[in-house]
């Protein structure tokens, strides 16, 4: 009797510009879809309900050149220690795997996570890793499909999941409950560890550092990203027997930073080996139970703010770059001893006339609140300040 079949997974040139042998794409290609809607237009079908934010993408464009400095300046001054915390991350999840992992990062802020694990497995054990990347949507969960075609490929106990980062750990908590459904309808269980490059939430095990610093693949888009769009879930162009899809925008290789910033990280690997090999001894040896500091700290700021939405309330340097390239930004929180590394934070705030707040004492280096306009819970923290269409 065959077993199911699944769509092939996608690789570059054909889709993407990451090398094929760096990853697998679980995804189908919509490239051909208009699927591209305004942020005005998005975030009011986001916070009424009308829709779901992976229904449609936001528009993708070539960041200004002073932006691009900044991205550059930010790649220079954190590279090594990004370098670092890919090197313990790894570590942790191959100690955790008996060395014989399937990296299946979560499109997109984790498919160059996910790469830069491949290759330091690779280039310090001479471990070759699969790779692979998949959808995960709030709300929706796991690409289904791309579980199933892992659990048919792979012994379920191997797979290792990956992320950027943790911001109030929304996903972890996705993921978790997506694995225990999973098991429920098909029988099959994989482990819900998330392996996370910072986990400044305090909501994951396996992590490469909890600081709270820019890790640049968050400054930009699809150019960052191997050309790839965020993943969407969209029963009008998807089937139930089909991964979740992206756009391949091959249009924007001009821009196309992806492999660079690769290179500029694992450059890195052998000087940090020892302070790797440190840093990993110590963590096996450490308390890393989360203590979901992060949700506490956002339900809190959503009751000060008058938002009563925690979607709203997006912490840390990765998901404020998020609100202020994607969303509707209100005001940005910034932790003033934390300034040098949120340059690019506030030059986007600048840009989009978004005010800029200093808060003492903030658990994160900065906070981005989206926009409640549309969200009739909200009242604004003087109960006046948001204005409703």
């Known amino acids: 009797m065959n077993g199911p079949s699944f769509p092939p997974p996608l690789t570059s040139p054909a889709f993407g510009s990451y090398a094929p042998e760096e990853v697998s794409w679980l995804l189908k290609d919509l490239s051909h879809v208009k699927l591209e809607a305004s942020t005005a237009v998005r975030e009011q079908a986001i916070q009424s309900g009308a829709a779901n934010y992976a229904q449609s993408l936001p528009v993708e464009y070539t960041p200004s050149a002073d932006y691009q400095t900044l991205y550059r300046q930010g790649l220079e001054r954190s590279s090594t220690r990004i370098a670092t915390a890919v090197g313990v991350v790894t570590e942790l999840g191959l100690s955790a795997r008996n060395n014989e992992p399937v ?21 310090m054990h001479g471990i070759d890793v699969p790779h692979f990347t998949m959808s995960i949507v709030r709300g929706v969960g796991l690409d289904q499909t791309a579980l199933r075609y892992l659990g048919a490929h792979f012994d379920p106990s191997r797979i290792l999941f990956v992320d950027g980062w943790t911001g109030k750990g929304a996903i972890s908590r996705e993921l978790a409950a997506a694995l225990d459904a999973f098991e429920l309808s098909d029988g099959v269980r994989f482990r819900p560890d998330l ?57 924007l290789v001009a821009s196309d930073v992806s492999a660079e910033f690769l290179d500029a990280i694992s450059a890195n690997f052998n000087a940090v080996s020892d302070d790797v090999r440190l840093a990993h001894k110590e963590m096996l040896a450490s308390d890393r ?9 956002v339900e809190r700021i959503s009751k000060e703010y008058g938002i009563n939405n925690v979607n709203l309330v997006k912490p840390g340097v990765g998901e404020t770059t998020r609100v202020l390239l994607r969303r509707v ?6 932790n003033p001893d934390a300034r040098d590394d949120v340059a690019h934070v506030l030059l986007l705030a600048q840009q989009r006339g978004t005010p800029v707040e200093e808060v003492a004492g903030l658990p994160y280096s900065c906070v981005g609140l989206i926009h409640p306009l549309y969200d009739k819970s909200a009242v604004g923290a003087d109960g006046k300040a948001v204005h409703h269409a």
């Open 329 to 334: 930004p209100w005001r940005v929180l910034v």
């Open 195 to 251: 392996a996370v490059l910072a986990d400044p939430g305090h909501c994951a095990q396996m992590y490469g550092t909890r600081e709270d610093y820019l890790i640049p693949s968050a400054c930009l888009n699809s150019t960052v990203s191997g050309l790839i769009s965020r993943t969407v879930f969209n029963t009008d162009h998807i089937a139930s027997d089909e991964f979740h899809g992206a756009k391949f925008y091959a249009e």
């Open 289 to 297: 139970s989360p203590t979901w500091m992060g949700w506490e700290a």
């Open 103 to 123: 990296l299946v990062s979560l499109a997109r802020a984790g498919t160059p996570i996910g790469i830069l694990m491949r290759r330091w497995a690779q280039q």
